[in-house]
């Protein structure tokens, strides 16, 4: 069974820094381009930033550029999510997703996977004074 296990989240003032990290459990995840999601209530699900299974190409979302940096360890099994320079418009619940590329179908950004197989059981973020 695939399963991807989350650490990390919690309540963090305006400006501050947290890290999310996601070890996968029963698979490896070196066979596996990463996502990290974030769920706001009421909004749909958007996608925050996503790397290759090698870890060398990695894609943001124009909220997360040059705030977030997602990094990737295949020795350790694990894909972290460093967040820094926080905004209270940050506060979601974050998921991990392990992901592959489909021909001819749409992802939420071209260097990201369009299916995934496993996901993180997701950690609260809260951003608030």
């Known amino acids: 069974q695939l399963q991807l296990v989350q650490s990390g989240g919690g309540l963090v003032q305006p400006g501050g820094s947290l890290r999310l990290s996601c070890v996968g459990s029963?698979?490896?995840?070196?066979?596996?381009?990463m996502t990290w999601f974030r769920h706001k209530p009421g909004k749909k699900r958007e996608g925050v930033a996503c790397?290759?299974?090698?870890?060398?190409?990695?894609a943001y979302a124009d909220f997360a550029e040059g705030r977030f940096t997602i990094t990737k360890d295949n020795a350790k099994n694990t894909v972290a999510l460093q967040m820094d320079s926080l905004k209270p418009e940050d506060t979601a619940i974050y998921y991990c997703?392990?992901?592959?590329?489909?021909?001819?179908?749409?992802?939420?950004?071209?260097?990201?996977?369009?299916?995934?197989?496993?996901w993180g059981q997701g950690a609260q973020v809260t951003v608030s004074s």
């Open positions: 790397i290759t299974s090698g870890g060398g190409m990695t």
């Open positions: 029963g698979f490896s995840l070196e066979h596996y381009a």
């Open positions: 997703a392990a992901g592959r590329f489909i021909p001819s179908t749409p992802s939420w950004h071209p260097r990201c996977p369009s299916e995934y197989d496993a």
